[in-house]
């Protein structure tokens, strides 16, 4: 059965660095999302991405942070200069057609 | 603005034991409807949905779920709990016709079960 997969699974980095994570999501499918759980609370939105655009952003989503699909495959999200407030488990998810979105495992990031 | 609510935190139940999960969501008409599952250390795993028709869903793991227009409700249901259902059980709503149709989820009930 096909899946999301998503790489690393966990990263640790200094405040201030760049972090790219990276998500290949299910071949045939169209939508492309990234959500993030910070430790204890619920997950929260951050971004949808459909034909090679953002479709929609939360406001968690700043100048910090972009997303790009530069193959076939891959879906990436990058922080560029990360916070200590951006510790959380991040998941990519999509979806074809049809509504439901298929989550990834996660990668959990973790800001020194 | 939409909004989704799971008012249990924390639910304990015996292995064996019937369960109810809550979720009320709140929107101006009828959304997509979702439950997922977080084993620990695991992402979220689809474990039932609604879009329309039936308002009794069945689900993967012999889960089930009810829809419930009047009480803006979607709880989820397991005749006889297993120890592997330990987890972390998030209800969804995503919203018809807006496109890309991003979900929001609630605050998560942890399910514990003792033998």
């Known amino acids: 059965e096909p899946e999301v997969t998503q790489t690393p699974s966990h990263q640790v980095t200094q405040m201030g660095q760049e972090v790219i994570l990276r998500c290949v999501p299910i071949s045939n499918h169209l939508y492309f999302y990234w959500y993030r759980q910070i430790l204890g609370q619920k997950v929260e939105f951050l971004v949808s991405f459909y034909n090679n655009e953002i479709s929609e952003k939360s406001e968690i989503f700043d100048d910090q942070f972009s997303v790009e699909r530069p193959d076939g495959s891959n879906f990436t999200l990058k922080i560029r200069s990360t916070k200590l407030e951006d510790s959380a488990m991040y998941f990519c998810?999509?979806?074809?057609?049809?509504?439901?979105?298929?989550f990834g495992p996660g990668t959990r990031l973790l800001v020194l | 603005a939409q909004s989704v609510t799971q008012p249990d935190i924390h639910i304990t139940v015996s292995e064996g034991a019937s369960l109810e999960l809550r979720c009320n969501y709140s929107?101006?008409?009828?959304?997509?409807l979702f439950w997922y599952v977080q084993s620990p250390g695991q992402g979220l795993q689809l474990l039932l949905k609604?879009?329309?028709?039936?308002?009794l869903v069945q689900g993967i793991k012999g889960f089930e779920a009810e829809f419930k227009r009047s009480q803006s409700s979607f709880n989820l249901r397991k005749p006889s709990v297993h120890w592997s259902d330990a987890a972390e059980y998030f209800c969804a709503v995503g919203l018809i016709g807006t496109g890309a149709n991003n979900l929001f989820f609630g605050t998560g009930t942890r399910l514990t079960v003792i033998p």
């Open positions: 929107y101006g008409a009828t959304p997509y």
């Open positions: 998810a999509s979806r074809g057609q049809a509504e439901t979105q298929y």
């Open positions: 609604y879009f329309s028709g039936d308002t």
